[in-house]
């Protein structure tokens, strides 16, 4: 079985502040992990992906993530928050050679104050 | 334009009706899927297609019934539903390889907002 743990319902940071949006896994094997945005009244939107090799993953709107196979982390990261990174942020692990289907956490919302 | 399109975006029904939910992808994906998205709750993957044929059914009440008649649409048709069942609707589409590693991310369209009254 795999899964996904996002232990924070809501991340607060100020504009120009970094941010960190926290997401563990538990997986058989090598995990395939993705982040993912959801602004409102929208669907989700791929960020980027960990597939293997370099431990950060750089992604879409200056977003990264650094894979931490020790700790089962895939932690999102960005160095500078914007107010229009406010969002719903979703990680998802799915098992290299495992189903195909991934299995996503239950989301982090983000808001960035002016 | 995410490459996946819903229709409709917004769809107030009444308990006794009949709907029909779409989805079109237009990027040659072979997989699709039907999540509902709840306030406060996690996505819930509801139905899984790959190639035309589900693989997927997530103890789903027969209320909901999907159709893939080819693997560019995925239908979700809806019948005496409950208040419950108001959420956002989302499709997704995916490329799963034949074979070798299947690392593809989850497209997904802008959703189905439903109200049951």
């Known amino acids: 079985a795999q899964s996904v743990a996002q232990p924070e319902d809501q991340v607060n940071v100020a504009e120009g502040n970094p941010l960190t949006v926290k997401c563990t896994y538990s997986v058989s094997g090598n995990p395939y992990l993705f982040w993912y945005v959801q602004y409102p009244n929208r669907g989700l939107q791929f960020l980027l992906k960990y597939i293997t090799g370099d431990n950060l993953v750089k992604g879409s709107y200056g977003f990264e993530a650094e894979f931490n196979k020790s700790q089962t982390s895939f932690h999102l990261k960005k160095p500078s928050a914007l107010v229009s990174d406010s969002a719903l942020y979703f990680c998802a692990v799915r098992a290299s050679g495992g189903s195909y289907i991934p299995t996503f956490g239950r989301g982090t919302s983000l808001i960035v104050h002016p | 334009e995410t490459g996946v399109t819903q229709t409709p975006r917004h769809l107030v029904m009444g308990m006794t009706n009949k709907k029909s939910l779409k989805c079109e992808q237009h990027?040659?994906?072979?997989?699709m899927y039907w999540y509902k998205q709840s306030a406060k709750k996690p996505l819930e993957l509801m139905f899984v297609?790959?190639?035309?044929?589900?693989?997927e059914n997530n103890s789903v009440p027969s209320r909901f019934s999907p159709e893939c008649p080819n693997s560019s649409h995925l239908f979700l048709h809806l019948h005496t539903l409950q208040p419950e069942d108001s959420a956002l609707y989302l499709c997704?589409?995916?490329?799963?390889?034949?074979?070798?590693?299947?690392?593809?991310?989850?497209?997904f369209g802008n959703g189905t907002r439903l109200t049951v009254t």
């Open positions: 997704a589409s995916s490329q799963k390889p034949a074979g070798g590693q299947d690392n593809s991310p989850l497209h």
């Open positions: 297609y790959n190639f035309k044929e589900q693989t």
């Open positions: 990027l040659g994906h072979n997989a």
